[in-house]
């Protein structure tokens, strides 16, 4: 099941107080970025978010999950609470790296 444009505008508008949010589908799922950072991965309308040392201790009673098949194992975010969604997500915004840049082909 893909996820939904509800439920990312949803997303979105829970996190925006994070920085500028911008979302992008990308095989019938979406990935949200931060500041141009990929934070959340929204997988059948579940927000995912990489499990990091820098949020462990506010994600200890948060579910996990895996986004997709070979996925690493990621905290379930509950974007219900915007409070702390923002703070997850400025969190990670501030530690996680940008995207690397995709060399084009001539």
């Given at each position: 099941m893909a996820c939904s444009l509800d439920f990312i505008e949803f997303?979105?508008?829970?996190?925006?107080?994070?920085?500028?949010?911008?979302?992008?589908?990308m095989f019938g799922e979406y990935?949200?970025?931060?500041d141009e950072k990929p934070v959340i991965i929204?997988?059948?309308?579940?927000?995912?978010?990489?499990?990091h040392e820098a949020i462990k201790s506010m994600m200890l009673s948060a579910e996990r999950?895996?986004?997709y098949e070979g996925a690493k194992e990621h905290y379930v975010l509950d974007v219900s609470r915007s409070d702390f969604a923002v703070k997850v997500v400025k969190?990670?915004?501030?530690?996680?790296?940008y995207p690397k840049s995709r060399k084009k082909n001539k």
């Open positions: 997303v979105s508008s829970q996190i925006a107080a994070a920085g500028t949010v911008r979302c992008r589908k990935m949200v970025y931060v929204v997988c059948d309308n579940i927000p995912y978010v990489k499990e999950g895996f986004p969190i990670l915004a501030e530690v996680l790296p």
